[in-house]
């Protein structure tokens, strides 16, 4: 009988295209998913990977088997959806993944309800990029996960996952307190064309919207300094070394130097919750989802 853990080497191994992908996907060492491999090549009787300059691909016997490995893992997730169902409660382990100002502004509400309302479910967090953890529900590490988009950039969701709305999150230009522009009640984007930017690291999803909505106004960025915690953007500014975008979710307090601009145009990130489809039913997903709702309503009440 084919191992359930061994085919999902071997799917991660056709999603990820090498074996450290697989590795890093799985969370265990190369060595892990190399030893798995041999061993369901000697239970199938013929061999799954074949070398390919300094990395390795499937065989033809690999991808049929991935396919099938593939509904194999979706039908597991099915079943233990149902079994989760017919239960009627939340147990076992809830896997979270979310970006740092969620896991700030959201997640303690949220864990502490969960862990109320449901005493057998084990809610397990990671903080993650939404890229990062969109990913990881994808592949199955992850059961939840917290992804943003931008009003005027949407991030694209895979066709396998489902998501629900949380809240609208504003955000402010965050200023030394001696910028000339310090003390107006309202600025739009535009007005910094001659300023230099703190920002996210390059490739993540918010550095690319901030590039993409400088460069909608005509403005060509000049990305100066690079950071990847809000906090460490802020204390940047208090020393005048730019300017920065800062949501309000989980922002928590501003240095004494920063002075906070509302932004004409309304800035806004929409965040929102996404689970596989295929795990839609099952309750601790469903708490999961309804817990970071109710805390996703506190926190926008606190922002009126």
Known sequence: MLNLERLRTLDALARHGSVSGAADGLHVTTSAVSQQMAKLEREVGQPLLAKNGRGVRLTDAGRLLADHAARIIS??????????AQRGRAVGELRIGAFPTA????????????????????PRVRELEPEESMAAVVRGDLDLALAIDWHNKRMPVPAELDRVHLLDDAADIAVPADHPLADRAGISLADFADDEWISWN??????????FTLRGLGVEPRIAHIAEEHHTQLAFVEAGLGVCVTPRLGRGPVPAGVRLLPVCESVRRHVYAVWRTDAARRPSVRAGVAALQAAAAQAADGAC
């Open 202 to 211: 390059e490739g993540q999803f918010c550095h690319e919207w901030l590039v």
């Open 75 to 84: 039908q597991v997730e099915l079943a233990q959806a149902d079994v989760e």
């Open 103 to 122: 896991m700030r502004g959201l997640l303690p509400a949220a864990l502490t309800a969960l862990c109320a309302d449901h005493p057998e479910l084990r």
